[in-house]
């Protein structure tokens, strides 16, 4: 097996920056990969005559093997270079998506889908594991703002404004089109740089037992999370078997793993490090606050405010700005000043909770200028967030269960995210129809605003030169799609929300993990001491003989 360790002395050469500068531009294809489908759904659809359901694979397809690429790259790190393995996997992210862009056959963008994300998988756990490997532990967090600018900024913010912009005035042909030169650049200036010192150890034979059972657990849970909302959830039962099933194998694999004694896909001896259990559990709620607000910020801008593409695109490309200087600033105070990553924690809670409930203010008349201060404001939170709950899971990790540190983090934070998304989608999808009931009961002919309201519209429509009847029939579709349309505002006002009380509600949950877990590791250790202590020392002491000096 190939372990690639550390060069503690290596500082940021030119070497070193054409590594650092090749994984970030190799997570930008990735980035701009995975969120494909967030703006380009209708034209794809239209391109491709595909149902709703069919189209769905393209995404789950992607999403599931992107999860199975977090969990194959340990494994894969351990018997290839692992600079090698990233300039491959970034090759074949470019080459799959220049063949995405000359094709219209759902079957083969569904087959080039997962191609896409087992290669986007890999390329983050094994480009992020380089940059702990290869640079010192106190430059860390200068260079995991750099990846994170990459692996979290691009796909929130720059992504969707270049994707807006490419549909507006190209087509969705070019968005894969414009990933082939980055994979190009990425996979020279790698191939320019040095990767970590690679030393031999013993080979370990691939756990495809843990493997199978895994990657069928991803692939179930990925199809109900995303798919739950369309079917309503348990009411279907292939979303019903499917969550059984997937429950079934994910606890079938931990089971596996337990009686495999260290030999199986992963390394879980990382679960012994207190901070990345404590991270490991916050990803999940990170990841339903990134990717939750990134759904939802965009489709309130297209489905309410009528935005387009190019428009909704550019709406969180500000936030990107702030979300970089955030990060910035708080490696900074991590590097230079020393500040403990667990610090800035709170100030990245807070501004995503205050960014929330300005946005829940937002009306069918909001602009991009009354949503901005929010956005804004989000950007900045994020920043403060991921940085450091990225350095509290790694920085006491070793070379041995990096990678799978790294893998399992990631995982989390994708499937949190894959369960905000789908828990927004059904709270706006419920409320809408709620708040249509409650609305329309209170909008009836009878009730004199409504009859000034009917009568005014039908007014102006004669006026334009509509006869009377028509304008009367006008005027009560106009008002049924204003109903509509407030219902809809006050069901993604309500999702908005939602999104600041998950920290309301996790955060004191998290605050009792963290002690309960400091706790755990604190009577760990005095136990382990108290056993040293009782030990036998195995011999006895024998008198000294001195020797005269002669």
Request: aromatic content about 10%.
């Amino acid at each position: 097996m190939t372990i690639a360790t550390a060069t503690p002395s290596r500082d940021i050469s030119m070497a070193g920056g054409l590594l650092v500068a090749g994984i970030v531009l190799a997570t930008l294809t990735e980035a701009i990969a995975s969120t494909v489908l967030s703006l380009g759904r209708g034209d794809i659809i239209g391109d491709t005559y595909a149902t709703p359901d069919e189209f769905a694979w393209l995404d789950v397809g992607y999403t599931t093997f992107k999860l199975i690429g977090f969990m194959a790259a340990s494994w894969l790190m351990s018997r290839f270079d692992p600079r090698n393995l990233v300039v491959g996997s970034t090759l074949a992210m470019g080459m799959a998506c220049g063949i995405a862009a000359m094709t219209a056959r759902l079957d083969l963008l569904v087959a080039l889908r997962m191609i896409q994300g087992f290669s986007g998988g890999t390329l983050l756990v094994g480009g992020q594991a380089i940059i702990f490997l290869t640079f010192p532990h106190s430059r860390q967090p200068l260079l995991q703002a750099f990846f994170a600018m990459g692996s979290v900024v691009a796909p929130a913010t720059i992504a969707p404004a270049l994707q807006g912009l490419l549909l507006d005035s190209q087509s969705w042909t070019w968005i894969f089109f414009s990933i082939i030169p980055l994979a190009l650049a990425a996979a020279g200036l790698l191939l320019l740089a040095d990767g970590p010192v690679a030393t031999r150890a013993q080979r370990r034979p691939f756990d495809w037992i843990g493997f199978s059972l895994i990657s069928a657990a991803l692939f179930c849970f990925t199809y109900v999370f995303s798919q739950g909302s369309r079917w309503d959830w348990f009411e279907e039962p292939r979303i019903l078997w499917l969550a059984v099933i997937g429950t079934a194998t994910l606890l079938a694999f931990l089971g596996q793993q337990v009686l495999a004694k260290g030999q199986g896909l992963f390394d879980f001896t990382l679960f012994e490090t207190e901070d990345f259990c404590f991270a490991f559990i916050v990803s999940f709620v990170a990841g339903a606050a990134l990717f939750g607000s990134a759904f939802l910020i965009p489709s309130f801008a297209v489905s309410v405010l009528a935005f387009t593409p190019t428009d909704a695109g550019q709406l969180l490309l500000p936030s990107g700005a702030l979300f970089i200087g955030a990060l910035l600033i708080a490696a900074f105070l991590m590097q230079l000043r020393r500040v403990p990553p667990v610090a800035t924690v709170p100030f990245g809670i807070l501004m995503i909770m205050a960014a929330m409930w300005m946005l829940s203010g937002s009306t069918s008349e909001s602009g991009a200028g009354d949503m901005m201060a929010a956005i804004l404001l989000r950007g900045a939170g994020l920043g403060f967030l991921f940085l450091s709950i990225t350095l509290i899971a790694f920085s006491n990790l070793n070379s041995r269960n990096l990678a799978s540190g790294i893998g399992l983090f990631n995982t989390g934070r994708q499937l949190g995210g894959l369960i905000g998304v789908s828990a927004l989608q059904t709270l706006i999808e419920h409320n809408v129809s709620h708040n249509l009931a409650v609305l329309g009961a209170n909008v009836t002919a009878g009730a004199p605003a409504v009859a000034d309201r009917l009568t005014t519209t039908a007014a102006l429509l004669t006026a334009k030169g509509m006869d009377a009847a028509a304008a009367s029939r006008g005027a009560a579709s106009l008002l049924g799609r204003a109903v509509a349309g407030q219902s809809t505002v006050i069901a993604f006002d309500t999702a908005f929300n939602a999104i600041g009380l998950l920290f309301v509600i996790a955060a004191p949950v998290l605050v009792g993990i963290k002690i309960g877990l400091a706790r755990y590791a604190k009577a760990r250790a005095e136990k382990g001491r108290a056993g040293v202590a009782a030990k036998p020392s195995g011999h006895h002491t024998l008198p000294i003989k001195r020797v005269p000096a002669s």
